[in-house]
C-alpha cells in the first residue's frame, strides 16, 4: 500500500520553528521527486517547496525563500521542510506528494502521483 504520511505540524508563534517530516512507503522512494503544497482556508493550494530524486535540485516558493530549507534521507524514505522565521501567513495545512515522472514544472499538482492526508501548520501573531 502507497503512503505518504505528513507529521511535525502544531502551533508555533511568528518568528518561530517547525520541521514537517514526509514518510514514505509502497513504492521506490529514490525514483521520485517530493512536492510540499499548503492550503489555507478559502484560498487555492499552493506550491512550496520540492526535491528531485534525480540531482537533488530544490525550489521553493516565492514566499517562503529563505525561510524554508527541504532536504531528503533516501535511506529513511522520508523527506523533510524545515520552516524558520514563520509567519502567521504560513497558516495552513501541509501536503506532501510524489511524482515519478521529470515535471516541467515542478507545482504541477496534476502531475504527482500520490499525496498524504497533511498537517496543520497554525502561526499565532
Known amino acids: 500500500e502507497v503512503q505518504l504520511v505528513e507529521s511535525g505540524g502544531g502551533l508555533v508563534q511568528a518568528g518561530g520553528s517547525l520541521r514537517l517530516s514526509c514518510a514514505a512507503s509502497g513504492f521506490t522512494f529514490d525514483d521520485y521527486a517530493i512536492g510540499w503544497f499548503r492550503q489555507a482556508p478559502g484560498k487555492e493550494r499552493e506550491g512550496v517547496s520540492y526535491?528531485?530524486?534525480?540531482?537533488?535540485?530544490?525550489y521553493y516558493g516565492d514566499s517562503v525563500k529563505e525561510r524554508f530549507t527541504i532536504f531528503r534521507d533516501n535511506a529513511k524514505n522520508t523527506v523533510y521542510l524545515q520552516m524558520n522565521r514563520l509567519k502567521p501567513e504560513d497558516t495552513a495545512v501541509y501536503y506532501c506528494a510524489a511524482a515519478k515522472e521529470a515535471l516541467g514544472y515542478v507545482f504541477a499538482a496534476e502531475d504527482y502521483d500520490y499525496w498524504g492526508q497533511g498537517t496543520q501548520v497554525t502561526v499565532s501573531s
Open positions: 526535491i528531485s530524486n534525480r540531482d537533488n535540485g530544490k
